[in-house]
């Protein structure tokens, strides 16, 4: 078992190594184990935060990819720090937006954003009751 180990810890570091672009150690080094996994990957600040996706994107539409999801699916307006579902196409003239504005997103990126639970357009309070 310390075998397997020592072989996955190997081949996970080597997989860092090359997505940094090169190793500082000799291929003895490596077979001898005295791999320093210590240190930070290159190219890579150690201060640089990610970037929050409700700032990044507010006032813009944003749709991550299509699985079968339901509307969250669909286009949503990021505004004020949350995204709210736009339940008709035809909302996003009158308001200044064209599909052509919508941008696509990560996944991870759209469920950062929180979701408003009122969907545009808001319904007519009259209609409602």
Same mark, same amino acid.
């Given at each position: 078992?310390?075998? &397997?180990?020592?072989?996955?810890?190997?081949?996970?570091?080597?997989?860092?190594?090359?997505?940094?672009?090169?190793?500082?150690?000799?291929?003895?080094?490596?077979?001898?184990?005295?791999?320093?996994?210590?240190?930070?990957?290159?190219?890579? %600040?150690?201060?640089?935060?990610?970037?929050?996706?409700?700032?990044?994107?507010?006032?813009?539409?944003?749709?991550?990819?299509?699985?079968?999801?339901?509307?969250?699916?669909?286009? *949503?307006?990021?505004?004020?720090?949350?995204?709210?579902?736009?339940?008709?196409?035809?909302?996003?003239? %009158?308001?200044?937006?064209?599909?052509?504005?919508?941008?696509?997103?990560?996944?991870?990126? *759209?469920?950062?954003?929180?979701?408003?639970? &009122?969907?545009?357009?808001?319904?007519?309070?009259?209609?409602?009751?």
């Amino acid at each position: 078992m310390y075998c &397997r180990i020592r072989v996955a810890s190997i081949i996970a570091l080597a997989t860092v190594c090359l997505a940094a672009g090169s190793c500082q150690k000799s291929d003895a080094d490596v077979a001898a184990g005295s791999m320093d996994v210590s240190a930070p990957a290159a190219n890579v %600040p150690a201060s640089e935060e990610p970037a929050d996706p409700a700032g990044k994107y507010d006032g813009m539409i944003v749709h991550q990819p299509d699985a079968g999801r339901g509307k969250d699916d669909g286009w *949503f307006l990021v505004k004020d720090g949350k995204r709210r579902w736009i339940t008709d196409a035809e909302w996003l003239e %009158p308001n200044g937006y064209r599909a052509e504005d919508v941008i696509y997103i990560t996944s991870e990126e *759209f469920n950062a954003i929180s979701e408003d639970p &009122r969907p545009l357009p808001e319904p007519d309070p009259a209609v409602a009751q």
